[in-house]
Structures are given as structure tokens and as C-alpha cells.
């Protein structure tokens, strides 16, 4: 993987300032474009070696380039807000907007890179991430992402030559620690595990490009070449090309399906559900301050037919715990901020930290319902997206968060019901709009995609529970025990000390494994 960066690469300098100009100016005119058109967004990532000029290529790109529209983003070990969300959570929320270019000095391949090297990971660990990030990054480009990614090489003696001179010069001094002697050291274990990684993430659609860090003139022409080529190319390529996805396939030949087979027929009487009500809002309560929660966060994700009875689901869940404590996140249609970015980067910012409780009235999966039926996005963009929320929520479960999905279900003679009850009731008036009277016309379409969705995202770790919602004492009974019922299932299988009493300077276990090397 690193061989042509080790045949000797070379630029006098009489020929870079030849040629550095006209790139210069290249370069200028494909990000006046990018930003003029809005809608690419550039990833560039900018990895290597100690000393083998990713600093200094950035410096030269902000020389070079409009800073107006570039953005640079660095990221060391992640501090205890991140440790708190799932590891993407930082990268997400960097993302450069489109017609903008985001530098990522170190990036989502920094941590698996040293963890593998401290011995924390294993190499079958370390493929599983590889894994996870040729899906992410598949899923940038799907949006429409431009991603550039570099790594910039050194011989173990270039690099030992280029931190000599860096530490003997005090203008850059500063720039040579202690632990960039120590890395030098490991240098054969960065090669062998970068070597390997970058080949499980050279991918058609972000591949690697490999520079010979040795010679400044060389890397900074042949970075400014790379990067005016590239963009040119996307920017003359007006196509969207996204990855090939299959036709929907369905296995409901008998003509009967997961909403069809549920029983709205069932019901509660006010004095049931007044009982009922009082303690599960109390089990809740006792279990929203249980210690363990603590280490954990909970996110609740509510969908459902208009008027199924989300917001008063909602609202007696939000009854039983502490202000503080929970976010009620309303979805509606995106806004010009989130249309910039990424279909999930909006649900992505709004993950909760440990302790804390999400609650989203509509959510994620507007995708794969209302912009399938409306139209609002391609084909490709819905079918694509099932794999794509799957993966988000797999990335949830596995950093602790408590994920709980409802679909409320309601008849069309219900549903009826309630549109000409808010349209009597004045204070009802505002929950009725002309949108919601054309959804009624794509009732049998909606169904439809209610029932793929079920049937390609409820998962082990994040299950659909699917809620008769004719009556909303039922509903809301069903919904509280589901919840208490979940969240005593998953706080059980935390380790028991959780439950202890938090002692100053503590560390779960998996901090101490993040902090047993220096």
C-alpha cells in the first residue's frame, strides 16, 4: 500500500513556484463553483504519520483556498461528553455543510488505528470497525458527499530525520512531544495496522490516495492536484450516483400483515386506566433515577397515524419524570440547516448523554413514510435508507443507549373520528391541517410502508412495539408498562456496581480499559 510513496518523490523549487499559481487559482475557481452551486459537501481527511506534513497542508489549503468556506476539525481522545454518545456522535456533528469543504485532522480512523496498536481491540474488532466505516462513508457519498482521503507516508527514517529538524528549530519546537518519540517507536505496529485498514477501506467510492510526505513542494502539488481534480469532476457530473439497491420484495400472499393482525377492538375503562395509569407513571419515576441509568441514556421514538395519539402518549410519559431530565424532540419537515446536511445528521445531534432521556414525536423514519409516499426523495434514497437506520440504531445499542420504538395504529373510521372532533373543538383546531386531510387519500399507501418498515427495521436491539391505539387509555397503558418493561430488562444486564452510589474519581470498566496505556 506504501510503496510508491517510497520510490523517492520529488519537486525543485523552482518548479513548484511555476506551478503553484495557476493550482492556486484552479483550486479558488472549483470552490467558487462548489459553493455556488450548494450542493456537495467535501469530506477531506487528512491522516499519516508524525511529521509528515498533515499540519502543514492544512495551513497551505487556508493559504490557497477561500477560509471563508473551509472548515477544519481536529480530534484527539474523545473527552467524557463523547465517551457518553455512540463513537460517530463527534464525527456527525462535524460535518461540513454542502458547498463547503470540512478538513478532519485526525478523523473516524484515528481511534481503531490506536486502539489496535495499545492492544485494546483485537483484529477482528478492528474489521468490524473497518466495516462500520465503509458503511458511513458509503452513506456520505449516497448523499451526495465529495470524500477525499489522504495519508500522508514516511520511511521510519524520513521521520526520524523530518522530528530531529522539527525539535531542533524553535519556531516548531513545540510541535515534537515526547509521545511523537514514543510513536516513532511503534512505528512498524502503525504501519502493519494502517496498512491493513486502509486496505479494508479502499473503496470505489472514497478511496485512499497515499503521498510521499518526505518533500514539501511534492505533497503540497500533488494534494492541490488531487483535490482540483476531484472536485472538478463532481462538480461537471451532474448525475447522482448512489449505490444499486433491489426492488422491495414482500411476503404477504394471504393478504394479511402486522397492522391488519393487530386488535383495536381492545379498551380500558376510565377507573382500569386511572389505576393503571398511577403505577406505571410511579414504576417509571423509581426507574428514570435508578443509579444505573446513569451510565445508559434513553431514547423514545414515536410514530403512528395522524391523531393515533402520540403527543398525549408523550405526554404521560413526560409526566413522570423530572424536567430536567428529559428533551421532547418535535420532527417536522427539515429545515434549510438539515437539508444542508446528511438525511440522519439531524436525529444524530439530538442523541442523548448518559442520564438523560429523548423522547421524538415522529422520527428517523419519516424516510422510509412520508418523503417515500410524497415523493420527497428517490427510490434509491428510501430502500437505501432501511440499512442505513438500521446501522444508526446498532451504533446506538452498542454504546449503551436504550432505544424504544412505538407505531401507533388507529382505524381510518377513528381516524376520521378525530379530524371532525378537532375541527369542533377550537382549542383542537391547530392539530388539523389541509396536509393531514390528503394523507387520508394514501391511507392504503401509508399502510403499506408502515408494514416494510416493521418487517426490514425491528431488530433484536431495537423491536417495534405496535400499539391498538383506537382507544388511548389502551394505548397509553401499553406504551407506559412497554417502557417500564424495557428499561427493567436492560438496566438488569448492567454491571452490578452501577447500582452503587457514584464515588468521586470511579471509572466504568470501559473507561479504564480507554485509559490503561499512555
Known amino acids: 500500500m506504501f510503496e510508491t510513496a517510497e520510490i523517492g518523490h520529488k519537486i525543485s523549487k523552482a518548479d513548484y513556484k511555476k506551478a503553484a499559481p495557476a493550482l492556486r487559482a484552479d483550486l479558488l475557481g472549483a470552490q467558487a463553483e462548489l459553493y455556488a452551486q450548494g450542493k456537495i459537501p467535501v469530506v477531506l481527511l487528512i491522516s499519516g504519520q508524525d511529521g509528515a506534513g498533515k499540519g502543514e497542508t492544512i495551513n497551505l489549503l487556508y493559504e490557497w483556498m477561500d477560509a471563508r468556506f473551509l472548515s477544519t476539525l481536529a480530534f484527539a481522545r474523545p473527552t467524557t461528553e463523547e465517551r457518553e454518545r455512540p463513537s460517530m456522535w463527534r464525527y456527525w456533528q462535524a460535518l461540513p455543510p454542502k458547498g463547503r469543504i470540512g478538513m478532519f485532522a485526525g478523523s473516524w480512523y484515528s481511534d481503531p488505528i490506536r486502539e489496535h496498536i495499545d492492544g485494546d481491540i483485537s483484529r477482528k474488532e478492528l474489521d468490524a470497525r473497518a466495516d462500520q466505516i465503509n458503511r458511513f462513508e458509503a452513506m456520505l457519498v449516497n448523499e451526495g458527499a465529495l470524500v477525499l482521503k489522504f495519508w500522508f507516508h514516511l520511511t521510519r527514517e524520513a521521520q526520524k530525520k523530518r522530528l530531529k529538524a522539527l525539535a531542533s528549530d524553535p519556531r516548531t519546537a513545540w510541535r515534537v512531544t515526547q509521545w511523537n518519540w514514543d510513536r516513532l517507536e511503534t512505528y512498524d505496529q502503525l504501519q502493519a495496522t494502517a496498512g491493513h485498514l486502509l486496505r479494508m477501506t479502499n473503496t470505489p467510492w472514497a478511496p485512499w490516495v497515499v503521498i510521499d510526505g518526505s518533500n514539501d513542494n511534492y505533497r503540497a502539488l500533488t494534494v492541490g492536484k488531487v483535490l482540483r481534480d476531484a ?171 436504550i432505544l424504544v420504538k412505538f407505531w401507533l395504529q388507529i382505524s381510518q373510521e377513528e381516524q376520521l373520528r378525530r379530524f371532525q372532533e378537532r375541527q369542533r373543538v377550537e382549542f383542537k383546531r391547530s392539530k388539523i391541517t389541509e396536509e393531514d386531510w390528503r394523507n387520508r387519500d394514501k391511507w392504503d399507501a401509508y399502510q403499506q410502508a408502515v408494514c416494510d418498515m416493521v418487517e426490514r427495521t425491528s431488530t433484536g436491539t431495537a423491536p417495534w412495539t405496535l400499539v391498538e391505539a383506537n382507544d388511548k387509555r389502551y394505548a397509553r397503558i401499553k406504551i407506559l408498562r412497554t417502557l417500564c418493561e424495557r428499561l427493567e430488562t436492560e438496566l438488569a444486564r448492567s454491571p452490578k456496581h452501577w447500582a452503587d452510589a457514584e464515588r468521586p474519581g470511579g471509572q466504568r470498566p470501559s473507561e479504564k480499559k480507554r485509559g490503561k496505556k499512555k
Not at 373 to 396: K, P, Q, S, V
Request: charged share 25%.
Open 231 to 401: 472536485l472538478r469532476a463532481k462538480l461537471a457530473n451532474t448525475s447522482h450516483p448512489t449505490s444499486p439497491v433491489a426492488p422491495m420484495v414482500r411476503v404477504d400472499t394471504d393478504g394479511r400483515n402486522v397492522l391488519s393482525a393487530l386488535d383495536l377492538g381492545l379498551s380500558l375503562t376510565d377507573k382500569h386506566y386511572q389505576n393503571e395509569l398511577a403505577h406505571w407513571q410511579g414504576r417509571l419515576a423509581e426507574l428514570a433515577r435508578d443509579p444505573r441509568l446513569q451510565h445508559r441514556a434513553l431514547v423514545c421514538a414515536f410514530e403512528g397515524a395522524d391523531a393515533a395519539g402520540k403527543g398525549g402518549s408523550i405526554r404521560r410519559i413526560a409526566g413522570a419524570l423530572d424536567a430536567r431530565q428529559y428533551r421532547i424532540v418535535p420532527v417536522a419537515a427539515p429545515t434549510d440547516e438539515e437539508r444542508a446536511q446528511p438525511y440522519l445528521w439531524r436525529f444524530w445531534r439530538h442523541l442523548p448523554r448518559h442520564g438523560h432521556i429523548t423522547l421524538f414525536d415522529r422520527t428517523w423514519y419519516g424516510r422510509v413514510l412520508v418523503e417515500r409516499i410524497e415523493g420527497f426523495c428517490t427510490d434509491a434514497d428510501w430502500l437505501r435508507a432501511y440499512t442505513e437506520i438500521n446501522d444508526f440504531e446498532h451504533e446506538m445499542a452498542e454504546a449503551g443507549l
